[in-house]
């Protein structure tokens, strides 16, 4: 069940909505500053149309940097397995292209490894709550298997080399095509690559749900009384930290293009408005070029031009249509790394899968605050052994610590995690301080 996906169509009424920012004095702040400091834009969700538009305007100056978080470089095509080894990949909550994940399920045998009972877990052929000694005996003789490891960490990838699933079931990523004119485009680069202190203008999408980089990692990269705006429709992200917070529209207000799933081969398709959006809403990707100097035409259109001439793709895709084309070349056969044999364990901090800076409609709280069908944002579970050896009762008040800082938490006992474990929603404020896998404690109020 994904929150998102059931209310998404609420959240042009969601209560506590930005619906307001001081558009004019950032469009004043960023100007003074990106005339001699370095600019940047972090893209949350890469992949989508108006992330080529970011990256040719960050080429258009003479110092920009276009940041995102890693993206695999690969993908995989379930439709080939029969044997499907997940170290806690969410594969049936929410992993990749819900339609496909179904269809092929019916024919592979899923062995989940994971210490809490996910929905993944509870619906898996067979769940084990932690990895055992010799991987390799789970697989051992069966046909077209597959390993996967949200990280796609070398052992895992040398275990598919040893499986053949490399350039059968795991793929390279493809893309779908882009106009000749957009290769001028500035790479993609990572947070952790940037210098520090480097960084003077620092434009942030989070417009679009995707991946919430932890504000201790990026708080380091900038300048000193650097200038930080969020395009954002959500309080509870990097609005809570940043100098300007500009409103955007929200699912169902604006025309956009969907990355592929990880489970997809290249493919094109829109989300097409629904309503208008309010009044004074920013559009981020002009604003970026707006800001470059660039002229930004109808990229979405150009793109749908660019994979088939004409109109008629066009038409199909604003009436709910996909283009779908080839799966990726051949994955390059992983060499066998250090280490390669070395225990993948499971993680310490259980994180949600969803939650993020994402608000959820009002209507849907019974999955949270009334029947705990998931976690709250506030929530924290531990075992019930756990919950004894530290004094704690259900629903009581305590800390969640790291060596990055700490979070005000409420109990909540799970007698389905193992002793030791904490599980918590991934919601920016967990995330600012710990990384799923990362050792945590518990510490009464």
């Not at 350039?167 to 790479?187: C, D, K, L, Y």
């Not at 009436?319 to 070395?342: K, V």
Request: with cysteine; charged share 20%; net charge neutral.
């Amino acid at each position: 069940l994904c929150p998102f996906g059931v209310a998404a169509h609420h959240l042009p009424y969601h209560p506590a909505r930005i619906r307001t920012g001081l558009v004019k004095e950032a469009v004043a702040a960023i100007a003074r500053r990106a005339v001699r400091d370095r600019v940047a834009v972090l893209d949350l969700r890469p992949g989508r149309t108006a992330s080529w538009t970011y990256r040719r305007a960050m080429a258009a100056l003479p110092s920009g940097l276009y940041l995102a978080p890693r993206q695999p470089e690969f993908a995989v095509n379930l439709a080939n397995a029969r044997t499907v080894v997940s170290l806690g990949v969410p594969l049936l909550d929410g992993w990749g292209t819900p339609a496909k994940v179904c269809a092929a399920r019916r024919n592979f045998h899923l062995i989940q490894i994971e210490s809490q009972e996910s929905r993944t877990a509870a619906l898996a052929d067979e769940w084990l709550t932690a990895r055992p000694a010799d991987l390799r005996s789970l697989v051992k003789g069966a046909e077209a298997a597959v390993v996967l490891d949200p990280e796609w960490s070398p052992e895992a990838m040398e275990m598919n080399r040893e499986l053949g699933a490399l350039g059968t079931i795991v793929m390279g990523r493809a893309e779908a095509p882009v106009p000749a004119a957009w290769t001028e485009a500035a790479p993609v680069r990572d947070v952790e690559e940037v210098a520090d202190g480097s960084i003077g203008v620092l434009l942030i999408d989070e417009s679009a749900p995707g991946e919430y980089i932890p504000w201790s990692a990026i708080q380091p990269k900038l300048a000193r009384e650097a200038v930080v705006a969020v395009f954002a429709w959500s309080p509870m992200g990097y609005a809570r930290h940043t100098n300007f917070v500009l409103p955007t529209a929200v699912f169902a207000e604006v025309l956009d293009d969907i990355p592929p799933a990880i489970d997809s081969p290249a493919v094109f398709r829109l989300s097409v408005p629904l309503m208008a959006p309010p009044a004074g809403v920013v559009n981020p990707a002009e604003f970026v070029a707006k800001l470059a100097g660039m002229e930004v035409g109808d990229p979405l259109r150009e793109r749908a031009a660019a994979i088939q001439k004409g109109d008629e793709l066009w038409k199909a895709l604003n009436a709910g249509e996909t283009w779908e084309g080839e799966w990726g070349q051949r994955a390059a056969p992983a060499s066998r790394a250090a280490g390669a044999d070395r225990r993948i364990a499971c993680p310490t901090i259980l994180a949600e899968p969803f939650g993020s800076a994402m608000l959820m409609s009002p209507l849907m709280t019974k999955l949270y605050q009334e029947s705990n069908l998931r976690l709250a944002p506030n929530r924290a579970a531990v075992s019930p052994e756990s919950a004894r050896a530290l004094g704690l009762k259900n629903g009581a008040r305590a800390s969640l610590e790291t060596r990055r800082g700490r979070c005000a938490v409420q109990i909540a006992i799970d007698p389905a995690l193992p002793p030791g474990a904490v599980a918590v929603a991934a919601r920016p404020a967990v995330l600012d301080i710990c990384a799923p896998g990362e050792r945590a404690e518990v510490v009464r109020s």
